[in-house]
């Protein structure tokens, strides 16, 4: 958080300099920012900081523009789980709860194409069942997908959903022909947006549909084994949608452990402006999706189940706590009351 500063004896170095100091607890700093700087450098180096100050984590916020606010904690805001409250009217859907906690909720429209990845047991299954029970209780939402384990998009079988989905890998023609549907209507949809538009809007009639590809290497195993044309045919699918259907309603969410090049190429990761890592195997996994992410993937490597590293549209890079919608049973029954 340092400046060089040329002076005429030399250079020398300028550093924020603390104009309080509340011993606390909570122990408090206010700064005042260098010209120039920003909170959002500070919070970025806050992880490196927050040891040499004896803390272990640091809550910062603005005061005022030129003013900084650092809040020492003595405990990981993310220790304590977030329970997903499904009520309506809730303002968007819940992403997770930061480290300054709060809520981090988007709108199901401003969502981005997403990719996730987590090891077995980080959590990752568990974020996907709050996002689509979520999604799944909004009448103007399409969860379509493909799932090759069936845990995930079985509960919509039955459901107005569940024509675009396709769950198991014993039928794989299903795959690609549900994948193809999905094409046919992006296709249609960018036909029919009207000339002096250049976003479709969604709602009534023209939900947004959200096409989950939970564990999308496996999918990909499958189809290549059996036949590499209709592989290549399928990522060629999947490669369209994230390229084009964004502005015609269409968001596409992967899933997978490892986000490994083979799988989620540059160009598909390109798309994808959110991007979300639960624990992984290695900080080099880490920085697959996040590639700012030198001070945290070190640590990333051993987070707890739930915890997660998110790069996101006009955030900086930082870590949440996905919320906890509860046992299996209860996304089951979540999505079927909402779909
Ligand atoms: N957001 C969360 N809050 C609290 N606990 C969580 C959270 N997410 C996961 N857990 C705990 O971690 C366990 C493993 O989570 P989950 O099944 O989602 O992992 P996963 O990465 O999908 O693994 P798998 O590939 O085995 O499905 C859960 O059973 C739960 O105990």
Redesign the pocket.
């Known amino acids: 958080m340092c400046r060089q500063v040329d002076t005429p004896s030399g250079v020398t170095v300028s550093t924020p300099p603390l104009v309080s100091v509340v011993l606390g607890p909570p122990t408090v700093l206010v700064a005042r920012l260098l010209p120039g700087q920003l909170v959002g450098d500070l919070r970025r180096a806050s992880y490196r900081l927050a040891g040499h100050l004896g803390a272990v984590a640091l809550r910062i916020e603005p005061r005022g523009l030129t003013y900084a606010r650092i809040e020492l904690l003595a405990a990981d805001p993310l220790d304590a789980?977030?329970p997903l409250d499904l009520t309506p009217a809730r303002g968007g859907v819940l992403l997770g709860r930061d480290e300054a906690g709060c809520e981090v909720r988007v709108e199901p429209v401003e969502l981005p194409h997403l990719v996730v990845q987590?090891?077995?047991?980080?959590?990752?299954?568990?974020?996907l069942y709050a996002l689509i029970a979520q999604l799944a209780s909004d009448d103007d939402v399409t969860v379509a997908g493909v799932d090759p384990s069936g845990l995930t998009l079985r509960p919509f079988a039955g459901t107005r959903h569940g024509e675009h989905q396709t769950c198991g890998l014993a039928d794989l023609d299903r795959i690609e022909k549900v994948l193809a549907g999905l094409v046919a209507e992006m296709d249609h949809r960018l036909t029919v947006m009207p000339a002096d538009r250049d976003i479709m809007a969604t709602g009534p009639g023209v939900p947004l549909i959200v096409v989950v590809l939970d564990e999308y290497p496996a999918t990909l195993r499958a189809l290549d084994a059996a036949d590499t044309k209709q592989g290549k045919r399928v990522r060629a699918l999947v490669a369209r949608l994230l390229a084009e259907s964004h502005k015609v309603g269409f968001r596409v969410v992967i899933a997978a452990q490892r986000a490994e090049a083979a799988i989620v190429g540059a160009a598909e990761r390109a798309q994808a402006a959110g991007r979300l890592s639960?624990r992984v195997d290695s900080p080099d996994t880490v920085k697959l999706l996040h590639s700012d992410a030198d001070d945290l993937a070190g640590a990333h490597t051993t987070a707890p189940?739930?915890i997660a590293l998110l790069t996101w549209p006009g955030r900086p890079l930082s870590r949440i706590?996905?919320?906890?919608i509860g046992s299996y049973a209860a996304f089951v029954s979540a999505v079927e009351r909402g779909a």
Request: aromatic content about 16%; overall charge positive.
């Open positions: 789980v977030l987590g090891q077995t047991r980080s959590g990752k299954s568990a974020f639960f189940p739930g706590r996905a919320p906890w």
